[in-house]
């Protein structure tokens, strides 16, 4: 594949991942100032945002650490939160499975909600992407977040006391959610599992972190095929 294209597709990730950055850098500034007024030295704060780069798994473990948890039961509990990192690795199988181990293992290190949306919706469109531009599109998103996240972090932790509590900054969480899950719904199946995984996940918002979700994601996923089986029934039946 030509260098240009690469440089062509990694552009257009770069391009795709730039606006998440009005969301990555209160988030990571909201974290170090959490990380920080829970006890975490600003190593360990740095060190837990570097090699999770999650924040939904990072908040509930801190939590949970806060709430003098059992260590295995924080790891539990961080894997069940980031336990939907599976399904979008097994989606991004068919795209990027033949990269290189390298690239592989790097797309894995970056793959979380934003990157995941980004690239997702890019390959749906573009089908005929060979795995090179694939992986240039991926890396370009990952570009500016990744950085921003671990800087935004530091820069909470450090001047955690300083940022007012007023701001409200915890609200970029679920805005992002939103704004992620939002354009993906184009078709039935989907619509109906986003809405059965909303009602599940408040129905069972008391579990202990990480159950509600765990259970909100199967019951989603059973109701999004059921109603894809249906549909091709159906469509069998007026043929």
Known sequence: MPSSSRALAY????TGGLPFMFVVVPFGLLFGVVAMDAGLTLTQ?????????????????????????GLW????????VNLRMAMYSAALVPHLGKAPMWQR??????????????????????PEW???RKVAFFFGVATPIVPTWIAATLVGALIGKAIPTDLGIDFILPI??????????????????????V????????LPSGMGLLIAAACAMAAGAATEIW?????????
């Open 11 to 14: 552009r257009q990730g770069l």
């Open 45 to 69: 704060t740095m060190g837990m945002t570097m090699l999770v780069i999650a924040g939904a798994a990072q908040f509930t473990a801190l939590q949970m650490m806060v709430d003098n948890a």
């Open 73 to 80: 039961l924080i790891i539990a509990a961080a894997l069940a």
């Open 105 to 126: 293992a790097l797309i894995a290190y970056m793959n979380f909600d934003q990157t995941y949306a980004v690239a997702s919706i890019a390959y749906e469109q573009n």
């Open 130 to 132: 060979p795995v090179e």
């Open 176 to 197: 992002t959610f939103i704004a992620l899950v939002g354009p993906m719904l184009r078709t039935v199946p989907q619509m109906i599992a986003a809405s059965v995984s």
């Open 199 to 206: 009602a599940v996940g408040l129905i069972l918002s008391g």
């Open 231 to 239: 549909q091709e029934k159906r469509s069998a039946t007026w043929l």
